[in-house]
């Protein structure tokens, strides 16, 4: 089993900055990949950005590409989301997700695991 548990979220002016991190416990090393999602209130929830571990392979929602940067240390088995240039229309909460296996960032359900969540509020 794999837990993770995110940080990092908090309240912040438009054209701020936050990062985000999601550091994850368990059977981490059998992960293949991992991602950011967002969901607003009324919503449905969105893939912000994606890791492909084994080749460290990015890719991001059109909605934040060149804004936010998603990394991972595998010492540390945390997974990291930078954030710049926030608008108001980034306001979510903000959930860490992996899978061991192929994952879609269109599709949520292709991760198996998720964590809490931590709110992003951007005024």
């Known amino acids: 089993d794999v837990q993770l548990v995110e940080s990092g979220g908090g309240s912040v002016q438009a054209g701020g900055s936050l990062g985000l991190s999601c550091s994850g416990s368990?059977?981490?090393?059998?992960?293949?990949?991992m991602a950011w999602f967002r969901q607003a209130p009324g919503k449905e929830r969105e893939g912000v950005a994606s890791i492909f571990l084994p080749a460290r392979i990015t890719s991001y929602a059109d909605s934040v590409k060149g804004r936010f940067t998603i990394s991972h240390d595998n010492a540390e088995n945390t997974v990291w989301l930078q954030m710049n240039s926030l608008k108001p229309e980034d306001t979510a909460m903000y959930y860490c997700?992996?899978?061991?296996?192929?994952?879609?960032?269109?599709?949520?359900?292709?991760?198996?695991?998720w964590g809490q969540g931590t709110q992003v509020t951007v005024s």
């Open positions: 997700a992996a899978s061991p296996s192929f994952a879609r960032l269109t599709v949520p359900s292709d991760f198996l695991y």
């Open positions: 368990g059977h981490t090393y059998n992960m293949n990949r």
